[in-house]
């Protein structure tokens, strides 16, 4: 994906598998947040 489009954005969270916002809530909010505020 990342070849394909390079204006994507990628991360990784260390010690989460596929339930983000399940294992930690509070860095994916952070992290959206961050996001967010960057297209602004």
């Not at 010690?15 to 960057?38: C, K, M, R, V, Y």
């Amino acid at each position: 994906m990342l070849r394909q489009r390079p204006d994507t954005e990628s991360m990784s969270m260390p010690g989460t598998a596929h339930d983000l916002h399940l294992e930690q809530p509070e860095a994916l909010n952070s992290a959206l947040s961050e996001f967010l505020d960057g297209l602004a």
